[in-house]
Nanobody, 125 residues
Framework: QVQLVESGGGLVQAGDSLRLSCAAS????????LGWFRQAPGKEREFVAA????????YYRDSVKGRFTISRDNVKNTVWLQMNSLKPEDTAVYYC??????????????????WGQGTQVTVSS
């Protein structure tokens, strides 16, 4: 079992930056993939980024490439999402997720088994 707790959301203006944190506990993540998803009102939950725990390689949806950076600290058992040049369309509840067994850096929510409660990110224009 894995517990995930997100933090760092808030209200910012377009062009600003925000850093989200996901603290993980409960089991080793040495062979896991952790990801960030987001869901805006009236929209389906969508993939944002994922990181392979073993090597720290990151994967991103096209709309955030060059703006967002996912990273992990395997000592602190924490995953971060650095979000730069934020746009109003980035407004959503952001969720941290982890795979119970390694599937890979999948963009599908169904491939993730553990989820945090979410943190609200609001970007005003």
């Amino acid at each position: 079992q894995v517990q995930l707790v997100e933090s760092g959301g808030g209200l910012v203006q377009a062009g600003d930056s925000l850093r989200l944190s996901c603290a993980a506990s409960g089991r080793t993540l040495s062979s896991s993939v952790l990801g960030w998803f987001r869901q805006a009102p009236g929209k389906e939950r969508e993939f944002v980024a994922a990181v392979t725990w073993s090597d720290g390689n990151g994967y991103y949806r096209d709309s955030v490439k060059g703006r967002f950076t996912i990273s992990r600290d395997n000592v602190k058992n924490t995953v971060w999402l650095q979000m730069n040049s934020l746009k109003p369309e980035d407004t959503a509840v952001y969720y941290c997720a982890a795979q119970r067994r390694r599937v890979g850096p999948s963009p599908r929510a169904i491939d993730y088994d553990y989820w945090g409660q979410g943190t609200q990110v609001t970007v005003s224009s």
